[in-house]
């Protein structure tokens, strides 16, 4: 059974500093794309960043040199760090998988708005306020 479960979320200051954790598990190989998503309160699911098999990531411009995705294959966690962190970006935080080539993954997180239904597999999310 395929779980994606994130972890890392909390309350901090406008600034600082978060990193999410999201272990995957039941994947019977690793899952080629791999995002992180959010979704600001009373406002649509937005795309954060993706990283594909061959290590190449994706950001969009609201988080662009502030976040950074990696991947440790050894642990089969995703990650996202989250520096400088401000207001906007208040939000619960998902993690998706799925098996996407570069292009299709890419395109995914970029989309304006997020098909939930372009992902098979979710997280259950995990909360992160900053305030100011």
């Known amino acids: 059974q395929v779980q994606l479960v994130e972890s890392g979320g909390g309350s901090v200051q406008t600034g600082g500093s978060l990193r999410l954790s999201c272990s995957a598990s039941?994947?019977?190989?690793?899952?080629?794309?791999m995002g992180w998503f959010r979704q600001p309160p009373g406002k649509e699911r937005e795309g954060v960043a993706a990283?594909?098999?061959?290590?190449?990531?994706k950001y969009t411009d609201p988080v662009k040199g502030r976040f950074t995705i990696s991947y440790d294959d050894a642990t089969n966690n995703l990650y996202l760090q989250m520096d400088s962190l401000k207001p906007e970006d208040t939000a619960t935080y998902y993690c998706?998988?799925?098996?996407?080539?570069?292009?299709?993954?890419?395109?995914?997180?970029?989309?304006?708005?997020?098909?939930?239904?372009?992902?098979?597999?979710w997280g259950q999310g995990t909360q992160v306020t900053v305030s100011s």
């Open positions: 039941g994947f019977t190989r690793r899952a080629s794309c």
């Open positions: 998706a998988a799925d098996y996407h080539t570069s292009q299709v993954c890419f395109f995914a997180v970029a989309s304006p708005v997020v098909q939930v239904g372009f992902f098979n597999n």
């Open positions: 990283i594909v098999s061959d290590g190449n990531t």
